[in-house]
């Protein structure tokens, strides 16, 4: 094709926002900090251990480096062949109310407050009801060419939550990134838990 080489671009937004996500976290060039994250790193392994779930989903889990380490635990991921299930989470086959814990850690976080909000009812309709999702965000960040983080911030979190059906569960905290250029950048880190717990029923006089 020649030096000005023509890459085709999808005319379906969902299609090219795939495109794009699947291109910027090419296994090949793209490296997680996850080892170095304070609050969504490793700490996670404890933390998650200590609630003894049955089911465990890391939802857009890159290189899938809980697995083995959290059991019971399936990674999905749309490009990384690291993943259990390689697929959009938008398409994963998992039967709803079933997941005690859904780590979303850096996944639910590209294109409009509508996908976002699409993403996250999905997320949210796989849970038990007393499940519970760990969330980590870029707060919209620029991270060069090629891709937009939606700009999650600690004033959107509850909201966007809500039309999910999930209420914030503890505080919003801070990991910090270190970037490609050797500056730190904030993640923000919270939980979701379903905003509607099962009744228990009235007892009968
Ligand atoms: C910032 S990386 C984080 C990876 C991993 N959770 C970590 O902390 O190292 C985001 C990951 O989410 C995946 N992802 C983004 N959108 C997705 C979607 N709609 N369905 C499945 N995976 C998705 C990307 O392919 C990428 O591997």
């Given at each position: 094709?020649?030096e000005?080489?023509?890459?085709?671009?999808?005319?379906?937004?969902?299609?090219r926002?795939?495109?794009?996500?699947?291109?910027?976290?090419?296994?090949?060039?793209?490296?997680?900090?996850?080892?170095?994250?304070?609050?969504?790193?490793?700490?996670?392994?404890?933390?998650?251990?200590?609630?003894?779930?049955?089911?465990?989903?890391?939802?857009?889990?890159?290189?899938?480096?809980?697995?083995?380490?959290?059991?019971?635990?399936?990674?999905?991921?749309?490009?990384?062949?690291?993943?259990?299930?390689?697929?959009?989470?938008?398409?994963?086959?998992?039967?709803?109310?079933?997941?005690?814990?859904?780590?979303?850690?850096?996944?639910?976080?590209?294109?409009?407050?509508?996908?976002?909000?699409?993403q996250?009812?999905?997320?949210?309709?796989?849970?038990?009801?007393?499940?519970?999702?760990?969330?980590?965000?870029?707060?919209?960040?620029?991270?060069?060419?090629?891709?937009?983080?939606?700009?999650?911030?600690?004033?959107?979190?509850?909201?966007?939550?809500?039309?999910?059906?999930?209420l914030?569960?503890?505080?919003?905290?801070?990991?910090?990134y270190?970037?490609?250029?050797?500056?730190?950048?904030?993640?923000?880190?919270?939980?979701?838990?379903p905003?509607?717990?099962?009744?228990?029923?009235?007892?009968t006089?």
């Amino acid at each position: 094709m020649g030096e000005h080489q023509v890459v085709p671009v999808a005319a379906d937004p969902a299609a090219r926002l795939r495109d794009e996500v699947s291109a910027f976290f090419d296994p090949d060039r793209w490296r997680t900090p996850l080892p170095d994250l304070e609050h969504s790193g490793y700490a996670l392994i404890e933390q998650v251990r200590s609630w003894q779930p049955r089911f465990v989903i890391d939802v857009g889990c890159g290189d899938n480096l809980f697995k083995g380490k959290i059991d019971n635990l399936i990674g999905i991921d749309l490009v990384n062949p690291a993943a259990d299930l390689v697929c959009d989470l938008l398409d994963a086959p998992i039967r709803p109310g079933t997941v005690d814990v859904v780590l979303a850690l850096g996944c639910v976080n590209f294109g409009s407050q509508e996908v976002i909000e699409q993403q996250l009812r999905c997320v949210a309709s796989w849970l038990t009801p007393h499940g519970r999702i760990v969330m980590r965000a870029n707060p919209g960040l620029p991270t060069g060419p090629g891709l937009a983080f939606f700009e999650w911030s600690p004033t959107n979190v509850d909201p966007i939550g809500a039309a999910a059906g999930l209420l914030r569960d503890g505080p919003i905290r801070y990991d910090t990134y270190r970037n490609s250029r050797g500056s730190d950048e904030p993640r923000l880190v919270w939980q979701y838990r379903p905003a509607a717990l099962p009744t228990t029923p009235a007892a009968t006089p």
